[in-house]
């Protein structure tokens, strides 16, 4: 027995020390390697109403049609009738003629009559469907330019988004690529484009709202903001700013535009959301565009 | 047993890199220069000052805040109901008409004691909180003061500059061929009161910096003569009366000493003399007119005209070293130049193809900007928080006027003083 125990002490320490390397390396194994709570379940947000929520929507201008002027057309001549005399014959017929004539004329007259009221009438109509057809021309004429407007910043933006893919996509062949990486990467291609695309949209967005106007004149003047997102667009909480301006009205100004921008564009597919759902947004709202 | 081991933690190390992604930055550079829209609601009146009152409290407030060219007025025609107090407001009635801020308050008025007293609130609609909350009060007499003393604390508040809606212009009346007038006025032309009266022609009036004088020059001795009008005795002294024409005032950043202009002894050329009088020295002298001289806030140099060049061109001068420089390049002439508060612009009249437009130089990067059409604008001068601009305008065979264009040429409003012609006017300062 005793010498039992003596060999079993000599292998002891090994295997004891094995023993706990084993427990040590599988509780780690345990907690480490097995996904738990890493991924945002993907849900959506919702607000409870018991009523549907009245809008009051700001009452369209309606300008009313200028009442047309029309003219009572003039009362048909009275035809008077004449007692009828007794006269020689060749002096009735003289006077039937004079009496026909006489109506002819006053019937002409009132056709003329008619004939000038419609003339007018027509006339006004005319004036009026021309200043409607100017009314219009000027309002396409507005909606145009600022259609060219539109066109012009989005052109410009596009520009701008150009350059960035540009950049990035340099950027991204000139790192080597390293020996661990995860699956997104090597699926590739796709998907970094995706995400330029929504980064992209966000920085449009959210530059239309930018007012420099509050940040001074200094061309450097830089801001660095952090945002949570959720699957809707919304920020998740406040944002959070990590680099100041030093001028409270541009700090002021520029988390007002984040907020203005909800809900931001973003993609719609879990896995890339994810990669954007953390941003950080740096601004530099007098640099030259 | 050791493979087994270093086949584990590379495993789990390998694991960890697939869960930590870094973080996409989006870079935005520049912006708009956006209006930021508020709404103003009317307040709540219950006081008879309210009734006999030309403009509302809130109508005051939206004129000035519209002036000032940085802020959206919207609407509130839509709304279904105006809130007395910040618990009252229905947040999604406000973003529905787009609105970032709103401004509403209530006014309630002690007749006993004869005083009124605003409670009003400037309310966050997207953060949905009160931004302030404040009690003011005063004599009914006080109601447009009252009014301007709300834009002011709200445009301070949102753009971290000083409000100028509180403060006083002066300018002078042609009411007649003989009858000339130097007036003084709220700076929206509210209660104006004559401060000087003459028979002759008043020109170039210029409020000290400090509030406390207005210099303008008179021809009431049949030729430019210099005058210093104190505002708080109600006196004045002759500053410059020397031979020849005196004209021009400008005064320094310490009301201490002016910049004058003097045909003395030659054409036109800069001098510089102490407030009261005392001390003349020539600053320039060159063949050329020198005229319409400016200081810069930092009181070291002095901007002005001179015909050096052929054409009326603005320069500048170092009053210590005397070192001067051609500052403007642009256009045919460039005349009555004047300085932002913060030194940073130019703002003078520019002339080409035969209009005269107001228009900026940026003093940092030589960027030049006009702001107005003309077609015959004169007399430019900074708001003293230099967000605004004061000027005189002609449009064709009309009267002359005054009135003011923001800084970001987004809106030009006139000031009402009357009908008569109105020549030249100047802005006194902050004083809260």
Redesign the interface.
Known sequence: MFFYNQLENNYNTQANL?TL?IHV?LF??MI??I?WN?QVPYYAEVELWDTI???????PIVKKPEPKKIKKPAPPPVIKQEPIKVERDAEIQLKKKKAAELKKKKEIEALQKKLQEQEKLEQLQKQLLEQEKLKQVQEKLKEQEKLEQLQKQLLEQEK?AQI?KELREKDLSEKPRVA????QDVLGGTDSSE?AKY?TL??QK??????????G?E?DTTLVF?ITLMPTGYLLSDSKMLQSSK????D?AVE??I??SQPLPVPTESRLF???K???????????? | ?RDF?KF?II?????????A?A??????????????PIAVTPFDEQTLAAQKQPQKINQIIENDLIRSG?FDIL?T????SYPRNADEVNY??WS??QA?FLILGQIVSDTKSNTMEVKWSLVDI??QNVVLSLVLKGRPSQYRAIAHKISDTVYEK????KGVFHTKIAFVKKKAKDSYALYVSDYDGFNQRAIVKSKKPIISPRWSPNGEKIAYVSFEKEKPVIYIQNLVSGQRILLANFKGNNSAPAWSPDSKKLAIVLTYSANSQIYIINEDGTDIKQLIRTYAINTEPAWAPNGEEIFYVSDRGGSGQIYKINIKTLETKRVTYEGNNNLSPSLSPDG?LLLFISQKDRKYRVALQ?L??NQYLTLTEGPHDESPLFSPNGHMILFTYKDYGKTSKIGTVSI?GLTKTPINVGSETILESTWGPITN
Not at chain 1, 180 to 183: H, L, Q
Not at chain 1, 247 to 250: D, L, R, V
Not at chain 2, 158 to 161: E, I, R, V
């Open positions: 094995f390397l390396g780690i194994f480490f390697s996904q890493m929520p009245t809008q009051t929507k700001p009452a701008i960035q661990i990486e995860s699956n995400l980064k966000i920085q959210i530059h239309q709202n930018v007012n420099k106007q509050l940040c004149l061309p952090k001028i409270a009205s541009c002021e007002r535009a907020l203005q994810s990669r954007l953390d941003l950080e947004l740096k601004f530099q709202p007098n640099a030259i565009q | 047993m081991l584990f495993l789990f190390f390998g694991m960890q890199i697939q869960h992604a973080i996409e930055t989006i870079e935005i550079l520049g912006g708009k220069a956006n209006q930021i940085l609407n025609g839509g709304v279904s999604s009635n529905a008409i970032q997207y953060k949102l753009t971290g500059t940073k940026n940092l990067n970001n």
